[in-house]
């Protein structure tokens, strides 16, 4: 059984691979989870863990035991209705009754077709004061990321213990980015892998930045934590990686965004590798 470290105040490698692979599970189908997620050990008698929306579009699968509750979103598939909810570039403000910023229009609809479900079972799953881990790939990593800020502003006293995102579009204007980092900054990380061109939209001439601790993994494989890479060591690190893809049919930027290709990373990191 993969192991899980309920405690992490920061960083945890076990975490990462493990949170990666929930990202990758969500993919699945509900039987696929469901025959997955009881070999993790959680219960499914109560058959209340896979929560969809067709009209969005938007999927998430939220389990918890005796120690931890995980919440996994699901990402874009290439579906035209995911797509279309990553292109809608217009923000609304989050939230009326709290006004912290502006958040990207689609990714607030998307987890507001969903959210009142999920908060209710948060409510009846956290028995024991578990502790809260939220996850998710491209669009499932920008829902994960408001969730963790609406959990943290509504329930301050039993807020979230971990965010942990792969492949993360940016979400919100600079505003929303500086509360969010107020709250979560220590306990959100987000992985972005080399060329991963999603990880640059929207772009920031629209007024969107990203939130949380970066974790970068280079042209190698390697994780380099938050600012250990210079911006412009990075741009090369890009380059290089773009230079050693050059004949491959894929572009490297997609390519980068692969769920696998983060998985792969993130168990690498787990044994030690990197």
């Known amino acids: 059984m993969r192991k899980f470290n309920h405690r992490a105040k920061g ?13 990758h599970l969500v993919y699945k189908s509900k039987q696929e989870i469901a025959q997955e997620l009881e070999k993790l050990g959680f219960d499914l008698s109560r058959d209340r863990y896979f929560f969809s929306d067709p009209e969005t579009d938007t999927q998430a699968f ?9 919440l996994a979103f699901r990402g874009t598939e290439g579906k035209l209705a995911d797509w279309a909810t990553d292109a ?27 959210w009142e479900a999920l908060e209710e079972e ?21 829902l994960a990321s408001l969730a963790a800020a609406t959990f943290e502003l509504q329930h301050p006293q039993q807020g979230v ?37 999603v990880t640059r939209v929207p772009p920031q001439i ?9 974790l970068y993994f280079d042209a190698d494989g390697e994780l380099q934590r938050d600012n250990s890479l210079s ?18 049919l894929t572009p490297d930027g997609v390519t980068d965004h692969s769920i696998e290709i983060y998985l792969n990373l993130a168990e690498k990191t787990h044994q030690g590798n990197s």
């Open 88 to 114: 809608r570039i217009f923000k609304r403000q989050w939230t009326q009754a709290q006004p912290l910023g502006a958040v990207h229009r689609g990714f607030y609809s998307a987890l507001s077709s969903l």
């Open 231 to 248: 911006w412009w060591a990075r741009f090369w690190d890009r380059l290089e990686g773009r230079y050693d893809d050059v004949f491959n």
């Open 122 to 142: 948060v409510a009846h799953l956290r028995t024991n004061n578990q502790s809260l881990w939220i996850t998710g790939h491209s669009l499932g990593g920008a």
């Open 11 to 23: 960083f945890s490698k076990i975490n990462l691979s493990y949170l990666s692979h929930c990202s």
């Open 161 to 197: 213990n971990g965010v942990y995102t792969f492949g993360q579009p940016r979400i919100a204007d600079q505003e929303f980015s500086q509360n969010y980092n107020k709250l979560l900054k220590e306990r959100s990380f987000r992985c972005v892998n080399n060329n991963d061109v």
């Open 206 to 214: 629209f007024g969107y930045s990203h939130v949380g601790k970066l």
């Open 62 to 70: 939220l389990v918890g035991d005796a120690r931890k509750i995980i």
